[in-house]
Protein backbone atom coordinates (compact mmCIF):
# COMPACT_ATOMS: atom_id res chain seq x y z
CA UNK A 1 0.00 0.00 0.00
CA UNK A 2 1.39 3.24 -0.85
CA UNK A 3 0.13 6.79 0.46
CA UNK A 4 0.87 9.70 -1.10
CA UNK A 5 1.16 13.42 -0.22
CA UNK A 6 1.16 15.81 -3.44
CA UNK A 7 1.62 19.48 -2.87
CA UNK A 8 0.61 19.16 0.67
CA UNK A 9 0.59 22.55 2.83
CA UNK A 10 0.00 21.77 6.25
CA UNK A 11 -1.78 24.26 9.21
CA UNK A 12 1.31 25.33 10.33
CA UNK A 13 3.25 26.02 6.28
CA UNK A 14 5.40 22.90 5.93
CA UNK A 15 5.10 21.87 2.63
CA UNK A 16 5.02 18.26 1.75
CA UNK A 17 5.61 16.02 -1.19
CA UNK A 18 6.42 12.38 -0.31
CA UNK A 19 4.91 9.07 -0.02
CA UNK A 20 5.29 6.44 2.45
CA UNK A 21 4.96 2.64 1.76
CA UNK A 22 3.46 -0.28 3.44
CA UNK A 23 7.07 -2.69 4.56
CA UNK A 24 9.16 0.38 5.50
CA UNK A 25 10.02 2.65 8.62
CA UNK A 26 10.06 6.26 8.06
CA UNK A 27 11.92 8.45 10.16
CA UNK A 28 10.15 11.84 10.65
CA UNK A 29 12.93 14.47 12.12
CA UNK A 30 13.19 18.07 12.46
CA UNK A 31 13.79 20.49 15.65
CA UNK A 32 11.57 21.55 18.07
CA UNK A 33 8.50 23.47 16.55
CA UNK A 34 8.86 22.69 13.05
CA UNK A 35 5.99 20.62 12.77
CA UNK A 36 6.57 16.90 12.70
CA UNK A 37 3.42 16.38 14.81
CA UNK A 38 0.94 18.50 12.59
CA UNK A 39 2.01 16.52 9.49
CA UNK A 40 1.98 13.61 11.04
CA UNK A 41 -1.58 14.39 12.01
CA UNK A 42 -2.45 15.85 9.38
CA UNK A 43 -1.49 12.51 7.43
CA UNK A 44 -3.87 10.37 9.58
CA UNK A 45 -6.54 13.00 8.97
CA UNK A 46 -6.76 14.52 12.07
CA UNK A 47 -6.02 17.76 10.86
CA UNK A 48 -6.91 19.15 7.60
CA UNK A 49 -4.56 20.27 4.97
CA UNK A 50 -4.51 23.87 3.83
CA UNK A 51 -3.51 22.83 0.23
CA UNK A 52 -2.78 19.37 -1.84
CA UNK A 53 -3.85 15.89 -1.27
CA UNK A 54 -3.33 12.65 0.05
CA UNK A 55 -4.00 9.09 -1.84
CA UNK A 56 -4.25 5.72 -0.36
CA UNK A 57 -3.00 3.77 -3.43
CA UNK A 58 -4.64 6.23 -5.91
CA UNK A 59 -7.93 6.52 -3.95
CA UNK A 60 -8.31 10.29 -2.72
CA UNK A 61 -8.55 10.33 1.04
CA UNK A 62 -11.15 12.18 1.86
CA UNK A 63 -13.65 9.35 0.01
CA UNK A 64 -12.55 6.90 2.12
CA UNK A 65 -14.84 5.87 4.96
CA UNK A 66 -14.14 5.44 9.13
CA UNK A 67 -14.03 2.33 8.62
CA UNK A 68 -11.73 2.08 5.52
CA UNK A 69 -9.45 4.96 6.65
CA UNK A 70 -8.64 2.68 10.51
CA UNK A 71 -8.03 0.00 8.34
CA UNK A 72 -5.08 2.24 6.75
CA UNK A 73 -3.76 4.03 9.54
CA UNK A 74 -3.26 3.57 13.15
CA UNK A 75 -2.08 6.24 15.83
CA UNK A 76 0.05 6.46 18.65
CA UNK A 77 -0.15 9.58 20.29
CA UNK A 78 2.81 11.47 22.19
CA UNK A 79 1.01 11.38 25.35
CA UNK A 80 -1.33 8.39 25.84
CA UNK A 81 -3.76 10.33 28.55
CA UNK A 82 -5.98 8.31 30.08
CA UNK A 83 -7.91 9.34 34.04
CA UNK A 84 -10.05 6.95 34.18
CA UNK A 85 -9.25 3.11 35.24
CA UNK A 86 -9.35 -0.08 32.56
CA UNK A 87 -7.58 -3.07 32.45
CA UNK A 88 -4.76 -3.05 30.13
CA UNK A 89 -6.04 -5.97 28.88
CA UNK A 90 -9.34 -4.72 27.53
CA UNK A 91 -7.24 -1.61 26.53
CA UNK A 92 -5.27 -2.91 24.21
CA UNK A 93 -8.29 -5.85 22.81
CA UNK A 94 -10.75 -2.45 22.26
CA UNK A 95 -8.15 -1.41 19.46
CA UNK A 96 -9.89 -3.96 17.31
CA UNK A 97 -12.99 -2.28 17.37
CA UNK A 98 -13.78 0.40 14.74
CA UNK A 99 -17.48 1.40 15.20
CA UNK A 100 -19.99 2.71 17.36
CA UNK A 101 -22.49 -0.08 16.65
CA UNK A 102 -23.29 -2.24 20.23
CA UNK A 103 -23.90 -4.91 18.33
CA UNK A 104 -21.04 -5.47 16.14
CA UNK A 105 -18.70 -7.79 17.31
CA UNK A 106 -15.54 -9.01 16.74
CA UNK A 107 -13.96 -12.79 16.02
CA UNK A 108 -11.40 -14.30 18.06
CA UNK A 109 -10.51 -10.86 20.31
CA UNK A 110 -9.37 -12.45 23.12
CA UNK A 111 -7.26 -14.90 21.83
CA UNK A 112 -5.56 -11.82 19.22
CA UNK A 113 -5.14 -9.69 22.88
CA UNK A 114 -3.30 -12.31 24.15
CA UNK A 115 -0.98 -12.98 21.20
CA UNK A 116 -0.26 -9.67 20.57
CA UNK A 117 0.85 -8.64 24.83
CA UNK A 118 2.92 -11.34 24.11
CA UNK A 119 4.61 -10.47 20.78
CA UNK A 120 4.98 -6.92 22.79
CA UNK A 121 6.25 -8.58 26.03
CA UNK A 122 3.63 -6.95 28.29
CA UNK A 123 1.54 -10.11 29.36
CA UNK A 124 2.46 -9.70 32.70
CA UNK A 125 0.17 -6.01 32.61
CA UNK A 126 -2.42 -7.66 31.33
CA UNK A 127 -5.13 -7.17 34.54
CA UNK A 128 -2.74 -3.99 35.84
CA UNK A 129 -4.89 -0.64 35.52
CA UNK A 130 -3.94 1.67 32.90
CA UNK A 131 -3.66 4.29 35.14
CA UNK A 132 -1.54 3.20 37.20
CA UNK A 133 1.23 2.50 34.47
CA UNK A 134 4.91 3.83 34.18
CA UNK A 135 5.52 5.87 31.35
CA UNK A 136 7.69 3.25 29.86
CA UNK A 137 4.44 0.99 29.97
CA UNK A 138 2.24 2.84 28.95
CA UNK A 139 4.20 3.43 25.39
CA UNK A 140 4.12 -0.29 24.82
CA UNK A 141 0.23 -0.64 26.12
CA UNK A 142 -0.17 2.03 22.99
CA UNK A 143 1.74 0.22 20.57
CA UNK A 144 -0.41 -2.73 21.29
CA UNK A 145 -3.43 -1.32 21.03
CA UNK A 146 -2.50 0.16 17.82
CA UNK A 147 -1.22 -3.63 16.87
CA UNK A 148 -4.62 -4.64 17.51
CA UNK A 149 -6.10 -2.35 14.88
CA UNK A 150 -3.91 -4.27 12.35
CA UNK A 151 -3.90 -1.32 9.87
CA UNK A 152 -1.21 -0.77 7.23
CA UNK A 153 0.67 1.65 8.86
CA UNK A 154 1.44 2.93 12.41
CA UNK A 155 1.87 6.41 12.97
CA UNK A 156 3.89 7.00 16.48
CA UNK A 157 4.34 10.60 17.47
CA UNK A 158 7.83 10.96 19.56
CA UNK A 159 6.36 8.01 21.80
CA UNK A 160 9.97 7.27 22.76
CA UNK A 161 10.44 10.81 24.30
CA UNK A 162 10.01 9.47 27.78
CA UNK A 163 11.57 5.74 27.36
CA UNK A 164 15.35 5.39 29.36
CA UNK A 165 18.23 4.15 26.89
CA UNK A 166 17.43 0.27 27.10
CA UNK A 167 13.55 0.94 26.88
CA UNK A 168 14.06 3.07 23.76
CA UNK A 169 16.20 -0.04 22.17
CA UNK A 170 13.28 -2.50 23.36
CA UNK A 171 11.09 -0.13 21.90
CA UNK A 172 12.85 0.07 18.39
CA UNK A 173 13.46 -3.45 18.35
CA UNK A 174 9.63 -4.00 18.74
CA UNK A 175 8.96 -1.63 15.95
CA UNK A 176 11.24 -3.19 13.74
CA UNK A 177 10.29 -6.56 14.42
CA UNK A 178 6.61 -5.73 13.20
CA UNK A 179 7.66 -4.15 10.17
CA UNK A 180 9.58 -7.06 8.88
CA UNK A 181 7.40 -9.87 10.03
CA UNK A 182 4.06 -8.36 9.35
CA UNK A 183 4.78 -6.07 6.40
CA UNK A 184 3.29 -3.23 7.93
CA UNK A 185 4.47 0.40 6.89
CA UNK A 186 5.61 2.85 9.93
CA UNK A 187 6.17 6.49 10.27
CA UNK A 188 8.01 7.48 13.17
CA UNK A 189 8.70 10.77 14.87
CA UNK A 190 11.83 10.85 16.98
CA UNK A 191 14.44 12.93 18.55
CA UNK A 192 16.56 10.28 18.80
CA UNK A 193 18.29 10.50 15.24
CA UNK A 194 20.83 7.90 15.48
CA UNK A 195 17.75 5.51 15.23
CA UNK A 196 18.24 5.64 11.91
CA UNK A 197 21.50 3.37 12.10
CA UNK A 198 19.14 0.78 12.98
CA UNK A 199 17.46 0.66 9.93
CA UNK A 200 17.62 -1.05 6.45
CA UNK A 201 19.26 1.21 3.82
CA UNK A 202 16.34 1.61 1.75
CA UNK A 203 14.60 2.46 4.81
CA UNK A 204 13.39 6.44 4.93
CA UNK A 205 14.37 9.67 6.43
CA UNK A 206 11.34 12.50 6.35
CA UNK A 207 13.35 15.36 7.55
CA UNK A 208 11.69 18.75 8.36
CA UNK A 209 13.94 21.17 7.00
CA UNK A 210 14.27 24.37 8.32
CA UNK A 211 12.91 26.01 5.47
CA UNK A 212 9.87 24.80 6.03
CA UNK A 213 9.71 21.40 3.33
CA UNK A 214 9.73 17.54 3.76
CA UNK A 215 12.92 16.45 2.64
CA UNK A 216 12.43 12.37 1.52
CA UNK A 217 15.85 10.26 1.64
CA UNK A 218 17.09 6.81 1.95
CA UNK A 219 18.79 5.73 5.03
CA UNK A 220 21.85 5.04 3.15
CA UNK A 221 22.08 8.77 1.57
CA UNK A 222 21.66 10.53 5.03
CA UNK A 223 25.04 11.95 5.67
CA UNK A 224 26.48 14.09 8.61
CA UNK A 225 26.01 17.16 6.85
CA UNK A 226 22.54 16.73 6.02
CA UNK A 227 21.56 15.98 9.91
CA UNK A 228 23.60 18.95 10.76
CA UNK A 229 21.26 20.87 8.28
CA UNK A 230 18.27 20.04 9.86
CA UNK A 231 19.18 20.27 13.46
CA UNK A 232 21.20 23.65 12.74
CA UNK A 233 24.17 22.24 15.30
CA UNK A 234 27.08 20.27 13.71
CA UNK A 235 26.75 16.24 14.20
CA UNK A 236 28.86 13.81 13.28
CA UNK A 237 28.83 9.87 13.18
CA UNK A 238 31.14 7.73 14.96
CA UNK A 239 31.87 4.09 13.28
CA UNK A 240 33.19 1.02 15.29
CA UNK A 241 33.15 -2.44 15.41
CA UNK A 242 30.11 -2.31 17.94
CA UNK A 243 27.77 0.15 15.28
CA UNK A 244 27.75 3.68 14.69
CA UNK A 245 26.89 6.40 17.45
CA UNK A 246 25.81 10.21 16.79
CA UNK A 247 27.27 12.64 18.34
CA UNK A 248 27.60 16.28 18.73
CA UNK A 249 30.27 18.11 17.97
CA UNK A 250 31.11 20.57 20.82
CA UNK A 251 33.78 23.40 21.48
CA UNK A 252 34.79 25.09 24.60
CA UNK A 253 32.76 28.59 24.26
CA UNK A 254 35.44 31.62 24.33
CA UNK B 1 -18.94 -12.39 41.12
CA UNK B 2 -19.49 -12.45 45.32
CA UNK B 3 -19.70 -8.98 44.63
CA UNK B 4 -23.24 -8.97 43.31
CA UNK B 5 -24.19 -11.49 45.68
CA UNK B 6 -23.12 -9.26 48.72
CA UNK B 7 -24.86 -6.54 47.32
CA UNK B 8 -28.26 -8.77 45.98
CA UNK B 9 -28.24 -9.47 49.43
CA UNK B 10 -27.93 -6.10 51.24
CA UNK B 11 -30.64 -4.84 48.60
CA UNK B 12 -33.48 -7.36 49.66
CA UNK B 13 -31.96 -6.45 53.37
CA UNK B 14 -32.43 -2.76 52.74
CA UNK B 15 -35.66 -3.62 50.74
CA UNK B 16 -37.38 -5.33 53.45
CA UNK B 17 -36.50 -2.63 56.10
CA UNK B 18 -37.85 -0.27 54.18
CA UNK B 19 -40.91 -1.30 54.05
CA UNK B 20 -41.17 -2.38 57.43
CA UNK B 21 -40.15 0.82 58.84
CA UNK B 22 -42.09 4.38 57.67
CA UNK B 23 -43.18 7.66 58.86
CA UNK B 24 -46.04 5.79 60.43
CA UNK B 25 -45.06 3.73 62.75
CA UNK B 26 -46.72 0.42 60.44
CA UNK B 27 -44.94 -2.71 60.52
CA UNK B 28 -45.41 -5.01 57.61
CA UNK B 29 -47.11 -7.93 59.51
CA UNK B 30 -49.66 -5.12 60.79
CA UNK B 31 -50.22 -3.45 57.78
CA UNK B 32 -51.25 -6.36 56.16
CA UNK B 33 -53.42 -7.89 58.53
CA UNK B 34 -55.82 -4.44 58.64
CA UNK B 35 -57.61 -3.37 55.27
CA UNK B 36 -57.04 0.31 56.10
CA UNK B 37 -53.37 -0.07 56.96
CA UNK B 38 -53.02 -2.21 53.93
CA UNK B 39 -54.23 0.85 51.91
CA UNK B 40 -51.66 3.26 53.76
CA UNK B 41 -48.67 0.74 52.82
CA UNK B 42 -49.56 -0.47 48.93
CA UNK B 43 -50.38 3.44 48.03
CA UNK B 44 -48.04 5.30 50.32
CA UNK B 45 -45.04 3.16 51.79
CA UNK B 46 -44.27 0.47 48.41
CA UNK B 47 -44.60 3.21 45.61
CA UNK B 48 -41.75 5.57 47.58
CA UNK B 49 -39.76 2.50 48.17
CA UNK B 50 -40.00 1.57 44.44
CA UNK B 51 -39.36 4.82 43.68
CA UNK B 52 -36.02 5.12 45.27
CA UNK B 53 -34.67 2.06 44.62
CA UNK B 54 -35.17 3.19 40.47
CA UNK B 55 -34.13 6.58 41.68
CA UNK B 56 -30.98 5.43 42.88
CA UNK B 57 -30.02 3.14 39.88
CA UNK B 58 -30.86 5.90 37.45
CA UNK B 59 -28.87 8.77 38.98
CA UNK B 60 -25.78 6.14 39.78
CA UNK B 61 -25.69 4.92 36.22
CA UNK B 62 -26.23 8.60 35.35
CA UNK B 63 -23.23 9.31 36.66
CA UNK B 64 -21.09 6.68 35.14
CA UNK B 65 -22.10 7.90 32.21
CA UNK B 66 -21.28 11.56 32.63
CA UNK B 67 -17.64 10.60 34.05
CA UNK B 68 -16.95 8.16 31.36
CA UNK B 69 -17.45 10.94 28.45
CA UNK B 70 -15.85 13.77 30.29
CA UNK B 71 -12.84 11.29 31.46
CA UNK B 72 -12.97 12.85 34.48
CA UNK B 73 -14.31 11.10 38.11
CA UNK B 74 -15.25 14.08 39.40
CA UNK B 75 -18.53 14.98 37.04
CA UNK B 76 -21.88 14.58 37.57
CA UNK B 77 -25.11 15.07 35.33
CA UNK B 78 -25.71 18.40 37.54
CA UNK B 79 -22.63 19.40 35.20
CA UNK B 80 -24.94 20.55 32.04
CA UNK B 81 -27.59 21.76 33.73
CA UNK B 82 -30.07 19.30 33.73
CA UNK B 83 -31.02 19.30 37.53
CA UNK B 84 -31.15 23.02 37.41
CA UNK B 85 -33.06 23.44 34.75
CA UNK B 86 -35.29 20.79 35.78
CA UNK B 87 -35.81 22.90 38.85
CA UNK B 88 -36.37 26.09 36.98
CA UNK B 89 -38.85 24.24 34.73
CA UNK B 90 -40.74 22.69 38.02
CA UNK B 91 -41.21 26.68 39.52
CA UNK B 92 -41.98 28.09 36.26
CA UNK B 93 -44.69 25.55 36.02
CA UNK B 94 -45.33 25.91 39.68
CA UNK B 95 -45.91 29.55 39.60
CA UNK B 96 -48.27 29.36 36.50
CA UNK B 97 -50.58 27.00 39.41
CA UNK B 98 -50.08 23.55 37.17
CA UNK B 99 -50.21 20.24 39.04
CA UNK B 100 -50.35 17.03 38.36
CA UNK B 101 -48.95 14.72 35.88
CA UNK B 102 -47.85 18.02 34.01
CA UNK B 103 -45.50 18.79 36.76
CA UNK B 104 -42.70 16.12 36.15
CA UNK B 105 -43.29 16.43 32.31
CA UNK B 106 -42.53 19.78 32.36
CA UNK B 107 -39.46 19.69 34.38
CA UNK B 108 -38.16 16.88 32.27
CA UNK B 109 -38.74 18.58 28.91
CA UNK B 110 -37.09 21.53 30.78
CA UNK B 111 -34.25 19.97 31.95
CA UNK B 112 -33.46 18.19 28.44
CA UNK B 113 -33.14 21.04 27.07
CA UNK B 114 -31.13 23.01 29.05
CA UNK B 115 -28.74 20.13 28.16
CA UNK B 116 -29.40 20.07 24.62
CA UNK B 117 -28.31 24.04 24.81
CA UNK B 118 -25.15 23.60 26.63
CA UNK B 119 -23.98 21.05 23.97
CA UNK B 120 -25.06 23.09 21.05
CA UNK B 121 -23.48 26.31 22.05
CA UNK B 122 -20.13 23.94 23.15
CA UNK B 123 -20.59 22.64 19.46
CA UNK B 124 -21.03 25.96 18.14
CA UNK B 125 -18.06 27.22 20.19
CA UNK B 126 -15.50 24.68 18.24
CA UNK B 127 -17.68 23.75 15.46
CA UNK B 128 -14.02 22.83 13.69
CA UNK B 129 -12.23 20.87 16.09
CA UNK B 130 -12.76 17.96 17.80
CA UNK B 131 -15.15 17.66 20.77
CA UNK B 132 -13.69 19.32 23.29
CA UNK B 133 -15.05 18.20 26.62
CA UNK B 134 -13.18 21.05 28.70
CA UNK B 135 -14.99 23.67 26.76
CA UNK B 136 -18.72 21.75 27.34
CA UNK B 137 -17.48 21.81 31.12
CA UNK B 138 -17.26 25.06 31.08
CA UNK B 139 -20.58 26.41 29.02
CA UNK B 140 -21.87 23.65 31.68
CA UNK B 141 -20.84 25.76 34.57
CA UNK B 142 -21.94 28.75 33.10
CA UNK B 143 -25.38 27.92 32.17
CA UNK B 144 -25.90 26.12 35.26
CA UNK B 145 -24.96 29.30 37.35
CA UNK B 146 -26.98 31.62 35.12
CA UNK B 147 -30.02 29.40 35.31
CA UNK B 148 -29.38 29.11 39.73
CA UNK B 149 -29.62 32.80 39.58
CA UNK B 150 -32.57 32.97 37.70
CA UNK B 151 -34.37 30.44 40.42
CA UNK B 152 -33.17 32.66 43.11
CA UNK B 153 -35.16 35.36 41.58
CA UNK B 154 -38.12 33.48 41.09
CA UNK B 155 -37.51 32.26 44.64
CA UNK B 156 -37.50 35.82 45.96
CA UNK B 157 -40.67 36.84 44.05
CA UNK B 158 -42.63 34.13 44.72
CA UNK B 159 -45.93 34.94 45.31
CA UNK B 160 -47.65 33.10 48.21
CA UNK B 161 -46.61 30.41 50.74
CA UNK B 162 -47.86 27.04 49.11
CA UNK B 163 -46.63 27.25 45.53
CA UNK B 164 -42.80 28.40 48.03
CA UNK B 165 -43.16 24.79 49.95
CA UNK B 166 -43.69 23.03 46.88
CA UNK B 167 -40.43 24.80 45.45
CA UNK B 168 -38.53 24.58 48.30
CA UNK B 169 -39.44 20.95 48.67
CA UNK B 170 -37.94 20.33 45.16
CA UNK B 171 -34.93 22.29 45.59
CA UNK B 172 -34.17 20.18 48.52
CA UNK B 173 -34.94 16.98 46.79
CA UNK B 174 -37.85 14.42 48.42
CA UNK B 175 -38.98 11.48 48.05
CA UNK B 176 -42.01 12.32 50.22
CA UNK B 177 -45.59 11.58 48.54
CA UNK B 178 -44.48 9.92 45.43
CA UNK B 179 -46.55 7.14 43.77
CA UNK B 180 -46.87 4.97 41.15
CA UNK B 181 -47.54 7.79 38.51
CA UNK B 182 -44.15 9.56 39.60
CA UNK B 183 -42.86 5.47 39.53
CA UNK B 184 -44.01 5.36 35.81
CA UNK B 185 -42.58 8.60 34.66
CA UNK B 186 -39.30 7.36 35.96
CA UNK B 187 -39.69 4.23 34.38
CA UNK B 188 -40.30 5.07 31.14
CA UNK B 189 -37.64 7.30 30.40
CA UNK B 190 -34.94 6.33 32.52
CA UNK B 191 -36.03 2.64 31.89
CA UNK B 192 -34.99 2.43 28.23
CA UNK B 193 -32.05 4.73 28.75
CA UNK B 194 -30.82 2.41 31.68
CA UNK B 195 -31.04 -0.49 29.04
CA UNK B 196 -29.41 1.57 26.35
CA UNK B 197 -26.37 2.40 28.58
CA UNK B 198 -25.80 -1.25 29.16
CA UNK B 199 -26.10 -2.49 25.56
CA UNK B 200 -23.49 0.03 24.78
CA UNK B 201 -20.98 -0.62 27.73
CA UNK B 202 -18.28 -1.39 25.82
CA UNK B 203 -18.22 1.31 23.62
CA UNK B 204 -18.40 3.50 27.31
CA UNK B 205 -15.45 1.53 28.06
CA UNK B 206 -13.58 3.33 24.43
CA UNK B 207 -15.06 6.67 25.74
CA UNK B 208 -12.06 6.28 28.63
CA UNK B 209 -9.01 6.67 25.79
CA UNK B 210 -7.82 9.53 24.57
CA UNK B 211 -10.21 10.61 21.28
CA UNK B 212 -8.11 11.32 18.79
CA UNK B 213 -6.73 7.61 19.17
CA UNK B 214 -10.54 6.71 18.62
CA UNK B 215 -11.22 8.92 15.74
CA UNK B 216 -8.42 7.31 13.43
CA UNK B 217 -9.31 4.17 15.11
CA UNK B 218 -12.84 4.21 12.86
CA UNK B 219 -14.97 5.61 15.49
CA UNK B 220 -17.02 8.38 15.51
CA UNK B 221 -16.91 10.06 19.00
CA UNK B 222 -18.65 13.18 18.83
CA UNK B 223 -21.72 11.40 17.79
CA UNK B 224 -21.05 8.36 20.73
CA UNK B 225 -19.99 11.59 22.94
CA UNK B 226 -23.75 12.83 22.26
CA UNK B 227 -25.48 9.30 22.26
CA UNK B 228 -24.25 8.59 25.69
CA UNK B 229 -24.66 12.22 26.78
CA UNK B 230 -28.59 12.41 25.94
CA UNK B 231 -28.76 8.74 27.43
CA UNK B 232 -27.63 9.76 31.01
CA UNK B 233 -29.24 13.05 30.95
CA UNK B 234 -32.52 11.66 29.83
CA UNK B 235 -32.13 9.23 33.36
CA UNK B 236 -31.04 12.13 35.50
CA UNK B 237 -33.62 14.23 34.23
CA UNK B 238 -36.28 11.54 34.74
CA UNK B 239 -35.53 11.18 38.25
CA UNK B 240 -35.01 14.96 39.36
CA UNK B 241 -38.52 15.73 37.57
CA UNK B 242 -40.35 13.09 40.11
CA UNK B 243 -38.14 13.62 43.11
CA UNK B 244 -35.96 16.91 42.81
CA UNK B 245 -32.35 17.99 43.02
CA UNK B 246 -30.98 14.66 45.18
CA UNK B 247 -26.91 15.68 44.23
CA UNK B 248 -24.17 13.32 45.39
CA UNK B 249 -25.89 10.09 44.00
CA UNK B 250 -24.32 10.40 40.82
CA UNK B 251 -20.98 11.41 42.11
CA UNK B 252 -20.12 9.21 44.55
CA UNK B 253 -21.91 5.81 43.96
CA UNK B 254 -19.76 5.91 40.43
CA UNK B 255 -16.63 6.29 42.54
CA UNK B 256 -17.05 3.77 45.40
CA UNK B 257 -17.72 1.11 42.60
CA UNK B 258 -14.67 2.20 40.40
CA UNK B 259 -12.77 1.63 43.63
CA UNK B 260 -14.33 -1.44 44.39
CA UNK B 261 -14.51 -3.67 41.06
CA UNK B 262 -12.01 -1.82 38.66
CA UNK B 263 -13.18 0.71 35.65
CA UNK B 264 -15.04 -1.98 32.95
CA UNK B 265 -18.03 -0.51 32.00
CA UNK B 266 -19.55 -3.98 31.67
CA UNK B 267 -19.33 -4.90 35.51
CA UNK B 268 -19.11 -1.07 36.54
CA UNK B 269 -22.72 -0.38 35.32
CA UNK B 270 -24.69 -2.84 36.82
CA UNK B 271 -22.60 -2.69 40.08
CA UNK B 272 -23.54 1.45 40.70
CA UNK B 273 -26.83 0.53 39.28
CA UNK B 274 -27.08 -1.65 42.56
CA UNK B 275 -24.93 0.44 44.91
CA UNK B 276 -26.95 3.51 44.08
CA UNK B 277 -29.76 1.80 44.90
CA UNK B 278 -28.89 0.51 48.01
CA UNK B 279 -27.67 4.10 49.49
CA UNK B 280 -30.93 5.27 48.22
CA UNK B 281 -32.94 3.08 50.05
CA UNK B 282 -30.56 3.48 53.17
CA UNK B 283 -30.75 6.96 52.60
CA UNK B 284 -34.43 7.30 52.53
CA UNK B 285 -35.08 4.51 55.37
CA UNK B 286 -32.67 7.09 57.14
CA UNK B 287 -34.42 10.11 56.34
CA UNK B 288 -37.55 8.36 57.74
CA UNK B 289 -36.87 6.92 60.64
CA UNK B 290 -34.04 8.64 62.31
CA UNK B 291 -36.18 11.84 63.72
CA UNK B 292 -39.90 12.57 64.21
CA UNK B 293 -39.99 14.58 61.37
CA UNK B 294 -38.91 13.67 58.08
CA UNK B 295 -35.63 14.87 56.91
CA UNK B 296 -35.52 15.77 53.11
CA UNK B 297 -33.38 13.07 52.08
CA UNK B 298 -31.24 15.58 49.38
CA UNK B 299 -30.50 17.29 52.32
CA UNK B 300 -29.91 13.81 54.41
CA UNK B 301 -27.53 12.79 51.55
CA UNK B 302 -25.59 15.78 51.14
CA UNK B 303 -25.03 15.98 54.98
CA UNK B 304 -23.28 12.08 54.39
CA UNK B 305 -22.07 12.78 50.98
CA UNK B 306 -19.50 15.37 51.21
CA UNK B 307 -17.27 13.64 53.78
CA UNK B 308 -17.76 10.81 51.59
CA UNK B 309 -16.82 12.64 48.60
CA UNK B 310 -13.64 14.24 50.81
CA UNK B 311 -12.49 10.62 51.08
CA UNK B 312 -13.00 9.67 47.44
CA UNK B 313 -10.72 12.91 47.35
CA UNK B 314 -8.01 12.08 49.11
CA UNK B 315 -7.61 8.32 48.17
CA UNK B 316 -7.75 9.83 44.12
CA UNK B 317 -5.01 12.18 44.92
CA UNK B 318 -1.49 11.00 43.33
CA UNK B 319 1.01 12.43 45.28
CA UNK B 320 3.94 12.94 42.90
CA UNK B 321 6.99 11.91 43.98
Redesign the interface.
Known sequence: MIVNVSGGRTLNNVRADFSLSSGKIHVIIGSNGSGKTTLL?SV???LPLRDGKITVNDLDFRQLG??E??RC?????QF????????VS??VS??E????N?FSFTRDNEKKTKIILDECGISHLADR??NQLSGGELALVSLA?ALM?DSDFI?LDEVDAGLDLKRKDDYYGLILKTVSQKGKGVAVITHSPDFIFMLRDDDVVLAITPEGGVERKYVKDVTEDFLSYVYGVPLSFIKSEAGTALAVNRQKKK | MYKYVFLTIIFFLLFFLSINFGGSDLSLAEALSNEEYAEVFWDIRLPRVLNAVLAGCLLAVSGVAFQAVFQNPLVSPDLLGASSGAALGTLLLLMCGVSGLWLPLGALAVGGCVTLICVTVAWLINRRGRFNQLILILTGILISSLIVSFINILHYFMPDEGTLLGATGFLMGSLNGLGYRDLMIQGTFGGPALVLMYIFARKLNLLVLPSEVLEVQGINTRALFIFILILASVASCSTVAVAGIIGWVSLIIPNFARMWAGGDHRTLLPLSAVMGSNFMLAADLLSRTVTDVEIPIGILIGIIGAPMFLVIMVRNIRWEA
Not at chain 1, 73 to 77: G, I, L, N, R
Not at chain 1, 80 to 87: E, M
Not at chain 1, 97 to 100: A, F, I, L, P, Q
Open positions: KVGLRRLSFAFVPFNVSLPLPEVMGVNSVPMIRQM
